[in-house]
């Protein structure tokens, strides 16, 4: 017995100084990586972000020291969005929730003036704290009394004054976290709405539901292809895309990943676009398809709308690899538009 025992401490000792050797090769990759976008990649940005070695090293993951800068080149600023109009769109915002603790008939009357009740208005704004209060919950830093609540508040606020015609839509909280989280807040919000105002982003937050349904005949034309025995096997139980695609598009997989894994996922989304939230869909389809074919449709829509909390990331992006995302030579892109026609005619 006290061979055996032995034996186990050796074998836990040796563990761990593998799990030690591991931690601290991964941290000189991580900084060496670091270095590599810091110095050479960041000062010739216009130059260097197409080239096959930039993309080899963002598809590996952005080191987090970076991360937030290289997504704000990335996902740009169309809209022109400068600290100034934040500004403006916060104390604009924040005179509205002035408004709501204590209204007034003027108050009332602009609100009626701008085609929103008071009501729908407040109903807005108490939807904005439920969701904070629910967006990370275990990192307890978005919740009343942390560090970021307020900031996440106040972006949530500006956006629904910038984009009066969007306003605020269950699962932005989560988007405007994960920029929070690695920008600064002027920048998460420029991030923000220049995000929000992508067509296929908009086209969830605005519910338009016929680029909605558009984006899910696509997504379905490379499911079948990729997984063809899967696809069957949703069809047979009458599972549709949107049962699981809804919220992991909504919330940029932000929700439905773990967190550093969501990270991951939107690096190669700010590289890749659209197209790439669909093959990480594909991909985890493809990771679970020896489960997934043989549950029923309630457990099928259970379990995709609550992913398993411990996800191995070089799995799940190994799993994406091996999407294709051309079908009979068409690409992603083009696929939407040939599907929309074939919905007009029928």
């Given at each position: 017995m006290v061979a055996q025992a032995k034996k186990r401490e050796l074998k836990e000792a040796q563990k761990r100084k593998k799990q030690l050797e591991d931690r601290c090769k991964l941290e000189e990759s991580i900084g060496n990586a670091a270095l590599t976008w810091s110095q050479e990649i960041l000062p010739n940005w216009q130059s260097m972000c197409s080239s096959k070695r930039v993309r080899d090293l963002w598809w590996q993951g952005l080191p987090p020291s970076v991360?937030?800068?290289?997504?704000?080149?990335?996902?740009?600023?169309?809209?022109?969005?400068?600290?100034?109009?934040?500004?403006?769109?916060?104390?604009?915002?924040k005179e509205k929730w002035n408004a709501f603790v204590a209204p007034t008939a003027a108050a009332e009357t602009e609100s009626e003036d701008a085609g929103l009740s008071h009501a729908d208005r407040e109903a807005s704004l108490e939807l904005i704290k439920l969701d904070i209060s629910r967006t990370f919950p275990n990192l307890c830093i978005f919740q009343q009394g942390g560090p970021y609540h307020d900031v996440l508040h106040s972006i949530l606020g500006a956006y629904t004054c910038y984009r009066p015609?969007?306003?605020?839509?269950?699962?932005?909280?989560?988007?405007?976290?994960?920029?929070?989280?690695?920008?600064?807040?002027?920048?998460?919000?420029?991030?923000f709405a220049n995000l929000l105002n992508k067509p296929c982003q908009m086209a969830f937050y605005r519910m338009d539901h016929s680029l909605m349904l558009t984006y899910f005949a696509a997504f379905e034309v490379f499911f079948e292809e990729n997984l063809p025995k899967l696809f069957a096997h949703f069809k047979n139980n009458n599972l549709s895309s949107d049962i699981y695609l809804i919220d992991w598009i909504f919330t940029l997989y932000s929700k439905s990943l773990p967190l550093d894994i969501a990270c991951r996922v939107w690096d190669v989304f700010c590289r890749d676009g659209e197209e790439f939230l669909f093959r990480t869909a594909l991909g985890i389809l493809r990771l679970y398809e020896d489960i997934l074919t043989h549950m029923d449709f309630i457990h099928i829509a259970q379990f995709l709308t609550r992913l398993p909390e411990y996800i191995s990331a070089e799995k799940i992006f190994s799993s994406i690899t091996s999407i294709n995302m051309n079908s009979k030579n068409k690409k992603w892109a083009q696929v939407p538009l040939i599907k929309m026609n074939a919905y007009i005619l029928n």
């Open positions: 991360r937030g800068k290289v997504w704000s080149l990335a996902i740009g600023n169309e809209l022109n969005i400068t600290d100034e109009l934040y500004n403006i769109c916060l104390v604009r915002a015609d969007v306003g605020y839509v269950q699962g932005m909280s989560f988007i405007a976290a994960v920029l929070i989280l690695n920008m600064d807040t002027a920048e998460a919000f420029i991030a």
